[in-house]
């Protein structure tokens, strides 16, 4: 976890949108630590692809059940 | 995160100097007050240098001194080093510390000439485990890049004589980007939804490749988001550009206020010169036509006098029965012949006959005038036509003098007036500022239908968009092969929905922050504040300050208000 961080009160904005869907709010969380922690990485792609995987796979599950 | 502390050593005029910023319940806004030459920009540059290691606001005078104090370089005898160390000390939220700290070794040569050794630059802080810790260089520096970058810097560090200007250079957009980083809304924007669409796109081309009709639809729906992103580029751009051309027209508004409307003016000019050139002909043909209407009637005129008297004279002889004679000619003739009265049939003596002939000669002499007068009659009331239609034409010419020698000496009081008004102008600068003032109106308002046009096609774009998207979503439905893809599509598309949600809540929330602060600040420091209504930040972060009187005063307002003002949001 950086030292660096977050704004507040887009941590709650996003928990307030997401009205309760906790994967896209951990999904989205995590997203912000990692432009945080690691602004301008060039190889973004890869690390966005394994996070969609993981939890879209995690949500598509929870939305069938 | 708050300045809390300065520490500088041997830095130009600073030998020493240690410099803390208390906070204040009120307000946590420092500013530095001094007489000229009292190191007040040297300070603001010593801070800049510790931090980017640049020193931006040098002036011409101090490039040409050393960045070692003098004093230092004196004491210091050749082949010694000194170094330049400056710390920023600050305070995070959770009352932790974070120190910057910049040494600059430097070394004195032979010729007494100091040479620049090198930097280090190093970060201290406190980790999550409440120990501390301390990176250096590029680590370093990353540091600053996240609390306070050098991008927006003059949001943080800003020389005061310079405000007016910042001001000017700062509004909009350059606000706008600002508080986006400060507020970390620019992460959201800038990196999240950008990268969340780039991977979504991806996705859905992927999905295009399991089924053409997928991909028919796909194809539609990335042309009208293309489609889109170009009026959107055009609509920025557009706005952009009247917001410029409206900064352009407040300031020519600046400077011609209290002056002249010279275009209006001179037009003005123009039409009463000609107006003068029209009257001046009229009179001069109405005094003509009067000339000649008393040179036709000239004789009339000047007989009219005693022809009045005539008539005067016609008239009183008619009322007193004068005219015409009532005494009967031929029976006093008769009466002499016969030598006997035709009444009483007696002879007359001869002092009646006398009488009798006396009569007869003065009946034969008032009859004759009486027949002159009667013949003078009808030539008169010709006469008196002839006078009276002499009397109207001249009244009427005369009434149209009068106006028009009226009009003259009104047109001619403005002309004068105009003069003076325009004495000591330069006409021909401040015409231009005028030309200038139109050209940008007219850019303006052509701009504005151009945005009006680009806002709808953005509108109908956004619409085709939401089809094509369902559309797309449907025929995902169906394709049993795409079934994981869709899912990711799905989620992908939930993910930007909440950030797009996320984003818009922080934007305003920000916004009505900034706003509310900056009308506390202003209108508890503002030596005016009854003069003013209320401050707002609009969408673009510009300002708007609201005179009592209900308009926006931006413009009107002295230097230092809006220096006021202008820190508030910094």
């Not at chain 2, 009352?95 to 970060?123: A, L, P, Q």
């Not at chain 2, 009592?548 to 910094?570: F, H, N, T, V």
Request: charged share 35%.
């Amino acid at each position: 976890m950086s030292k660096i961080k977050l704004n507040e009160k887009i941590i709650n904005g996003i928990k307030e949108n997401c009205e309760g869907d906790s994967v896209i709010e951990k999904f989205l969380i995590d997203l912000m630590y990692e432009e945080v922690n690691h602004t301008g990485q060039w190889r973004w792609k890869e690390s966005y692809k394994q996070k969609v995987e993981k939890s879209s796979s995690e949500w598509g599950k929870k939305n069938e059940n | 995160m708050r300045i809390e502390r300065i520490i500088i050593n041997n830095y130009r005029q600073f030998r020493k100097a240690d410099i803390s910023f208390r906070k204040r319940a009120d307000t946590d806004l420092h500013y530095l007050i001094g007489t000229n030459g009292t190191g007040k920009t040297t300070f603001l540059n010593a801070i800049n240098y510790c931090l980017y290691g640049d020193e931006p606001h040098l002036s011409k005078e101090s490039e040409q001194l050393p960045i070692l104090n003098l004093q230092t370089i004196q004491n210091m005898g050749v082949g010694e080093t000194a170094e330049i160390c400056i710390e920023v000390r600050t305070e995070t939220e959770d009352n932790d510390y974070v120190i910057f700290k910049r040494r600059s070794k430097f070394i004195k040569n032979s010729d007494g000439s100091i040479s620049h050794e090198g930097d280090t630059f190093e970060v201290k802080f406190i980790d999550e485990n409440k120990n501390a810790k301390s990176v250096t260089d590029e680590e370093a520096n990353v540091w600053v890049e996240r609390f306070v970058p050098k991008g927006i810097r003059e949001f943080f560090f800003f020389d005061g004589e310079r405000l007016d200007t910042y001001f000017k250079e700062v509004v909009g957009q350059n606000i706008q980007h600002a508080i986006f980083q400060i507020s970390q809304i620019d992460l959201l924007e800038n990196y999240i939804e950008k990268k969340l669409q780039i991977s979504l796109d991806e996705y859905r081309k992927e999905a295009g490749k399991v089924n053409p009709k997928i991909e028919e639809v796909r194809s539609r729906l990335e042309s009208a988001r293309n489609r889109y992103s170009e009026y959107s580029e055009r609509y920025i751009e557009c706005d952009k550009q009247i917001k410029n051309v409206k900064e352009k027209i407040s300031e020519l508004d600046e400077k011609l206020k209290g002056i002249p409307d010279i275009q209006a003016i001179e037009s003005e000019r123009q039409i009463l010169k000609m107006r003068f050139e029209e009257e001046n002909e009229f009179l001069k043909t109405k005094e003509f036509e009067k000339k000649q209407v008393i040179y036709k009637n000239l004789i009339i005129v000047q007989m009219w006098p005693a022809l009045a008297k005539s008539f005067q004279i016609i008239e009183e002889k008619k009322v007193s029965n004068e005219i015409p004679p009532q005494i009967d000619r031929s029976l006093l003739e008769g009466i002499i012949k016969e030598n006997r009265c035709k009444v009483c049939d007696r002879p007359l003596d001869s002092d009646a006959l006398n009488h009798v002939r006396k009569i007869v000669d003065d009946v034969k002499s008032s009859s004759e005038i009486a027949k002159q007068l009667l013949l003078m009659e009808n030539p008169f009331y010709l006469f008196k036509d002839e006078i009276i239609n002499y009397n109207q034409k001249i009244t009427e010419i005369n009434q149209n003098i009068l106006r028009s020698v009226k009009d003259l000496e009104t047109i001619s009081n403005r002309r004068e007036q105009i003069n003076s008004q325009m004495a000591g102008y330069n006409e021909e600068l401040i015409s231009s500022w005028y030309k200038e003032r139109d050209r940008y109106e007219e850019l303006r308002d052509q701009n504005l239908k151009n945005l009006g046009v680009f806002e709808l096609e953005r509108t109908n774009l956004q619409e085709e968009i939401n089809k094509y998207t369902e559309e797309l979503n449907q025929e995902l439905q169906k394709e049993e092969r795409a079934k994981e893809i869709s899912n990711k599509i799905k989620f992908c598309d939930a993910s930007l929905k909440v950030v797009n949600k996320t984003r818009e809540k922080i934007m305003k929330e920000t916004r009505e922050k900034i706003e509310q602060e900056t009308r506390r600040q202003f209108f508890n420091l503002v030596w005016k504040r009854e003069t003013f209504e209320n401050i707002k930040i609009l969408e673009d972060y510009s300002i708007k300050l609201i005179h009592k009187m209900g308009y926006d005063c931006l413009g009107s307002i002295s230097a230092g208000e809006r220096q006021m003002l202008c820190s508030e949001p910094q």
